[in-house]
Antibody, heavy 122, light 110 residues
Framework: QVQLQESGPGLVKPSETLSLTCAVS?????????WSWVRQPPGKGLEWIGE???????HYNPSLKSRVTISVDNSKSQFSLRLTPVTAADTAVYYC???????????????WGQGTLVTVSS | QSALTQPASVSGSPGQSITISCTGT?????????VSWYQQHPGKAPKLMIY???KRPSGVSNRFSGSKSGNTASLTISGLQAEDEADYYC??????????FGTGTKVTVL
């Protein structure tokens, strides 16, 4: 069973860079699946940030595209999120997840990390 | 891209059936059978309940079912139970090679 674990600073100053890493276990990061980031501001709904394939191909939410970079490290079985510059509006729980995709089906999020709260504040 | 539209809240008594709608556009729900539904209890990560419009992952109760007509997808919970009280989100793949979530629906068991 795949497991995902987010890690990174819980507090980031405005105008600086939010950096998170997701460690993947129980599945090869080089499989047929994609790997995504989703965030949820306190008391609000879910927002898809973007995804990456093990080859490095990425797709981003157009509303965040200018500020987001998602990268993958196949040797460490992890992928990362970088968001810059941040404002208070970027305060949220950030989830890393697997976007399931194989020869039978695709396009859904079947495994989620527990989430990590990132607060943007000076 | 705009969020898919869901009712803010839906309620029902134990044993009843409820339906949550998820309205998108011809660029997402209306074109792709890539609609999924997620259940989220307070303080927890979302859990996949339905994928490909109407398929249930292993381990999800058959009281949960999904359907789609035009630009609107629906999640039905039959035999409502106290444990079903949670927030529910739909999601769809889009023609822009992105994903969009619904606005979320709070389900209350009376």
């Amino acid at each position: 069973q795949v497991q995902l674990q987010e890690s990174g600073p819980g507090l980031v100053k405005p105008s600086e860079t939010l950096s998170l890493t997701c460690a993947v276990s129980g599945d090869s990061i080089s499989s047929t699946h994609w790997w995504s980031w989703v965030r949820q501001p306190p008391g609000k709904g879910l927002e898809w940030i973007g995804e990456i394939f093990h080859s490095g191909i990425t797709h981003y939410n157009p509303s965040l595209k200018s500020r987001v970079t998602i990268s993958v490290d196949n040797s460490k079985s992890q992928f990362s999120l970088r968001l810059t510059p941040v404002t208070a509006a970027d305060t949220a729980v950030y989830y890393c997840l697997r976007t399931y995709c194989d020869y039978t089906s695709c396009f859904y999020f079947d495994s989620w990390g527990q989430g990590t709260l990132v607060t943007v504040s000076s | 891209q705009s969020a898919l539209t869901q009712p803010a809240s839906v309620s029902g008594s134990p044993g009843q059936s409820i339906t949550i709608s998820c309205t998108g556009t011809s660029s997402d729900v209306g074109t792709y059978n890539a609609v999924s539904w997620y259940q989220q209890h307070p303080g927890k990560a979302p859990k996949l309940m339905i994928y490909d419009v109407n398929k249930r992952p292993s381990g999800v109760s058959n009281r949960f079912s999904g359907s789609k007509s035009g630009n609107t997808a629906s999640l039905t919970i039959s035999g409502l139970q106290a444990e079903d009280e949670a927030d529910y989100y739909c999601s769809s793949y889009t023609s822009s090679i992105t994903y969009v979530f619904g606005t979320g629906t709070k389900v209350t068991v009376l």
